[in-house]
């Protein structure tokens, strides 16, 4: 049984809970405080845990009570544990009501082929895990998912080197560390070929980000230790004063949540010059402060931050004077999971003065004349290969593609700022002014239906269960 068999398997005991009035996410959570003890007994580390809350421990329990001792570990391994099992297990609670269905959990998870979980590696299990939370659309986890192919061509792009601190202020389940992590140990043949302290650093200190939810703080903790990473992952808010802290980094990975604060609240940070309620802006003029003399970013943004007045005009211009924004890359709409929002990632490098320092911004648009991607059309890593090339090209203005194009920051200037260009003729609109291609209103449509259709089948399924 492979990774992927056994993904399938772990994702379809949800159907057990599913009377109980579990949500998606709070499964997830209760097979996280599971998987964290099967784990640390098939890779010899229950040491790591106190006496008498460990998996055999568990698994000798049934009834009432199995519920009442389940109960009575996760508040032992938050209280009396250490580390990262503490912080895993911190404020720990249970979903699940009935004994017999935390019972039949807990036997399918020790029946499980987990001679070939670790062959293939624990850490990629529990990632294919939270890519499945992610692609259910009642979870809600996957509306701004970052999928798994732009992390890749991000990362490949910003090379991560042994030594360089990394950081991702906004850092979710942690994917963009385990992948810079992942980048790093394939061109060091697992760390083999660094010293003792050099290898030390890049387990400890290397990968760190910030995290505001304690539950997805918890599955991002989860994540790095089966990854054998155990650098600082904050639980608290980037945008506050906690946030003015974390700096010093000499390469950063993001895709910050979209949006603003509850009622236009301004961040409680001293240090932003230009302070919003737009979390993008705020979450930009973090992570270009947060970079040192030559540090590089890449970072995904919605199309507002390109173009919005005022504040944005100010913070963009703020950017091109202290880092160099020498890329923009026009994502596709439909590769994240939410119908509709258009992206770009922003690719800039720190400079070691505070002004002038964008001199040409050359941007790629992977938008125009795209295909519909979306549940049935998947996007790959593939779908990059055109853009790695134009960004990795010795002389990018003899590099011919018609998606690649260049404006002096004299032209972006003359346009009040705004980055919102780049964009090629849509082919799709020859001869109809300017009327949306209905094939991709049709896809956009069907998606969101499906999406409505979900969540009335998981409303009617709670209204059952409270009648119940």
């Known amino acids: ?36 003890l099967k784990m640390m007994k098939e890779t010899g580390q229950e040491e790591r845990l106190p006496e008498g809350n460990r998996w055999d421990d568990l698994t000798s329990k049934q009834g009432l009570e199995l519920k009442t001792f389940y109960r009575q570990l996760l508040l032992d391994l938050g209280t009396k544990g250490t580390g990262s099992v503490a912080q895993i297990y911190g404020n720990a609670q249970t979903h699940i009501d009935e004994p017999m269905n935390l019972r039949k959990i807990i ?8 001679y070939s979980a670790r ?33 890749d061509a ?43 302290n050099e290898a030390n650093f890049q387990r400890t200190q290397a990968f760190t980000g910030c995290e505001l939810v304690a539950d997805t703080h918890r599955l991002a903790l ?47 940070r001293s240090d932003f010059t ?17 970079l040192v003399p030559g540090g590089r970013a890449a970072v995904v943004l919605p ?27 026009r994502l596709p709409t439909g590769i994240f999971y939410a119908a509709g929002v258009k992206t770009n990632v922003l690719f800039f490098q720190r400079g070691t003065t505070d002004k002038g320092n964008t001199k040409k911004v050359w941007y790629y648009d992977l938008r125009t004349n795209m295909e519909n991607f979306g549940k ?58 300017d009327l949306p291609d209905p094939k991709e209103l049709a896809t956009a449509a069907i998606d969101e239906l499906e999406v409505v259709v979900d969540e009335l089948k998981e409303l009617l399924r709670l209204l059952e269960i409270n009648e119940k």
């Open 274 to 290: 230009f302070p919003t309620g737009n979390k993008q802006l705020n979450f930009l003029q973090h992570i270009y402060r947060s």
């Open 154 to 196: 991000m990362v490949e792009l910003m090379d991560p080197k042994p030594g360089e601190r990394c950081n991702d202020p906004a850092c979710g389940t942690f994917g963009f560390m385990i992948a810079a992590d992942a980048h790093v140990k394939a061109r060091t043949d697992d760390y083999f070929d660094l010293s003792e």
């Open 119 to 151: 062959h293939e590696g624990l850490g990629n299990l529990y990632e294919g895990l939270l890519e499945k939370n992610a692609s259910e659309v009642k979870s809600g986890a996957g509306q701004y998912f970052t999928p798994r192919p732009l992390i």
């Open 1 to 36: 049984m492979n990774n992927q068999e056994i993904v399938a398997k772990l994702w379809g005991l949800c159907n057990v809970l599913r009377d109980d009035g579990i949500t998606y996410h709070q499964y997830l959570s209760e097979l996280t405080y599971l998987l964290f």
């Open 222 to 268: 989860m994540n790095a230790l089966l990854h054998g990473i155990s650098g600082n992952i904050v639980l608290g808010d980037t945008l506050s004063q906690q946030g003015e802290k974390l700096k010093g980094y000499d390469v950063v990975l993001a895709n910050p949540p979209f949006g603003t604060k509850k009622g236009g609240e301004r961040p409680s």
């Open 376 to 433: 049935r059309t998947p996007f790959t890593r593939t779908h990059f290969d055109g853009f790695v090339e134009a960004y990795r090209a010795d002389e990018r203005a003899a590099h011919a593609d018609e998606r690649w194009a260049s404006f002096t920051r004299q032209e972006i200037e003359q346009r009040s700022d705004s980055l919102d260009l780049g964009l090629i003729a849509d082919s799709s609109l020859a001869g109809t002014a």
């Open 303 to 329: 199309d507002n931050v390109l173009f919005q007045d005022g504040d944005g005009q100010k913070v963009r211009a703020d950017l091109m004077n202290k880092c160099n924004l020498h890329t923009i890359l």
């Open 107 to 114: 036997v399918n998870i020790d029946a499980l082929d987990w």
